[in-house]
């Protein structure tokens, strides 16, 4: 599977920006599907995942409340809508697609978008 992030740009803290990512090459439904993050300077870190349905879903604690992850399995797309955004947010978004069980960490995603990048001035 393919995938391609977009919807990354600049936003002032309090505000809002939403990511998506589209899959192609695959069938979206085979594949839980997560976001991580990477801040300049420091490791990939985990956002938010979802299965494959939509149903269940699991956020980092520094995200709770503010993000909010889904997935519309008609248009092979995931999205990340972000509000409240903070400074600490400023990073590259990746999307990831794994094939087996639902996982926070990024050594166990198999297929990773391009990332977009997200910078939130304070």
């Known amino acids: 599977v393919q995938l391609q992030a977009s919807g990354g740009g600049l936003a002032q803290a309090g505000g809002s920006l939403r990511l998506s990512c589209t899959a192609s090459?695959?069938?979206?439904?085979?594949?839980?599907m997560g976001w991580f993050r990477q801040a300049s300077g420091k490791e990939r870190g985990f956002v938010a995942t979802?299965?494959?349905?939509?149903?269940?879903?699991d956020y980092a604690d520094s995200v709770k409340g503010r993000f909010t992850i889904s997935r519309d399995n008609a248009k092979d797309t995931m999205y990340l809508q972000m509000n409240n955004l903070k400074p600490e947010d400023t990073a590259v978004y990746y999307c990831a697609a794994k094939g087996d069980f639902v996982s926070t960490y990024a050594d166990e995603y198999e297929y990773w978008g391009q990332g977009t990048l997200v910078t939130v001035s304070s």
């Open positions: 090459g695959s069938i979206f439904t085979r594949y839980i």
């Open positions: 979802i299965n494959r349905s939509g149903g269940s879903t």
